[in-house]
């Protein structure tokens, strides 16, 4: 049990390592920064920010207040609802 620990423990260091190495890494000159895989990989997968303004229109909505229905009359008789038990 102690080995999955530490072994646990070592992936963890490891996985904030290597995010912290990625966050502040930085290039002398533009040209290494070209160059570099993992500027090239978070440049090119930042998508492009776009909206537009959708002009919306607000119409007058009415509810039509209808006769109440009896519940006799809400039920739908249906013959093949109700199954009979399977035969032996």
């Known amino acids: ?3 999955r620990r530490k072994i646990a423990l070592l992936c ?5 390592w290597s995010a912290v190495a990625v966050a ?3 290039h002398s000159t533009t040209d290494e920064a070209a160059r570099c895989t ?3 990989a978070a440049h090119s997968a930042s998508p492009q920010t776009s ?8 119409v007058a ?6 006769e109440e229905i ?18 032996v």
Do not use: E, G, Y
Request: glycine share 0%; proline share 11%; aromatic share 4%.
């Open 1 to 3: 049990m102690a080995l």
């Open 12 to 16: 963890l260091v490891l996985t904030l």
């Open 24 to 26: 502040v890494h930085q």
């Open 38 to 40: 993992v500027c090239v």
């Open 51 to 58: 909206f537009h303004l959708v002009q919306t229109r607000l």
């Open 61 to 66: 909505v009415s509810v039509d207040q209808s």
């Open 70 to 87: 009896p519940a006799k009359q809400r039920l739908i008789a249906f013959p093949l609802s109700v199954r009979p038990p399977p035969s």
